[in-house]
């Protein structure tokens, strides 16, 4: 699968026409449930992605190249950073980094300095922001890795990753307003070609996010959310079959409240950019469950839900991602 940019929620919506309709209507209860996702989605949103985007820009323009160092320089023992690297820091000049000789960086990991960009994505080298930390160290299991990243001297996003080998690990960490003044807590685990990652949201609503298959054709991705420790009040359910491309093959979404489940909608176009479309309208199937109809209000609050929980997927998966490729095999 890609990992590209952050797909920003988009003010308009495109609805599929021409489609033969059931017009079954939504049941008494559901508008709760969408309620709840949707609030607690653009909190998240307004709080810690839309927030941070001039950090999210930095880390698209900028990953790629710390990439190339943590590449360039192997380490000569498994699931450890190269000695090379350890307590250096690197600063970006002439489309590179390159080490600047200066302190602060950890003995047992690297640092690379951030910087703003312009909305062309050109780098603002005039004067750092923050910087990434990619540290490995000995543990009692064969991987011990972190990553954080700060800006303005606040911690803002970080993970703890550990486990047998770095295609079987577990991780746990936060994404951080930009004051540091609260943080959304997230973890994940890696097996193989199957990524978790799950976070807590506000408003008491958990959020999980997998991809299954990763790479393979087609992938799987399954989209939850739940209100509510122990059996939670209600549950959305997205059961995606996508293209390594993301073009998505199929993609139910299931509502379940304490009148029954239901069907409730049909996903289209890609993973990055995804048509809602009433299940009353569309052709997508689900266990045989009824298909209900959905408004367009309703149909925006879990497009706009959708696009946060996927964003908040990528950010982790690319910070995590990151720290791997500084791992020796």
Request: glycine fraction near 10%; aromatic fraction near 8%.
């Amino acid at each position: 699968m890609r990992f590209g940019k952050l797909a920003w929620i988009a003010a308009g919506l495109f609805f599929l026409s021409g489609c033969e309709s059931t017009d079954a209507p939504a049941p008494p209860g559901i508008e709760g449930p969408l309620y709840d996702l949707s609030s607690a989605a653009m909190r998240a949103q307004a709080d810690y992605v839309e927030a941070n985007r001039a950090l999210f820009q930095s880390l698209d323009t900028f990953t790629p190249y710390m990439k190339q160092v943590l590449l360039a320089n192997p380490s000569g023992l498994p699931n450890r950073l190269s000695g090379f690297l350890a307590g250096r820091t690197y600063a970006f000049e002439d489309a590179a980094y390159a080490e600047s000789g200066t302190s602060g960086a950890p003995g047992d990991g690297v640092r690379f300095l951030l910087y703003d960009v312009t909305a062309s994505g050109a780098p603002i080298l005039e004067r750092a922001r923050g910087y990434v930390e990619v540290r490995a160290t000995a543990s009692t299991t064969p991987v011990f890795m972190t990553v954080r990243i700060v800006r303005d001297s606040v911690l803002v996003m970080g993970l703890d990753a550990r486990g047998e080998s770095t295609a079987q690990l577990t991780w746990t960490g936060d994404l951080a307003t930009p004051s540091g003044t609260s943080s959304l807590a997230w973890g994940g685990d890696v097996l193989g070609d199957q990524h978790t990652f799950h976070a807590q949201l506000p408003d008491d609503v958990r959020i999980l996010y997998s991809v299954l298959g990763e790479g393979a054709t087609p992938e799987n991705v399954l989209v939850q959310a739940f209100r509510g420790a122990g059996t939670p009040d209600w549950e959305l359910y997205a059961d995606i079959v996508a293209e390594p491309d993301g073009n998505i093959m199929e993609g139910p979404v299931r509502v379940a409240t304490e009148s029954g489940a239901h069907l409730a909608a049909c996903i289209s176009g890609t993973l990055e950019m995804p048509v809602f479309q009433s299940a009353a309208a569309g052709d997508c199937v689900y266990y045989g469950l009824a298909p209900i109809d959905l408004s367009p209000s309703e149909l925006n609050a879990l497009e706009a839900s959708y696009l946060v929980l996927r964003n908040l997927y990528l950010v982790s998966r690319g910070l995590l991602e990151t720290g791997m490729t500084g791992l020796g095999s």
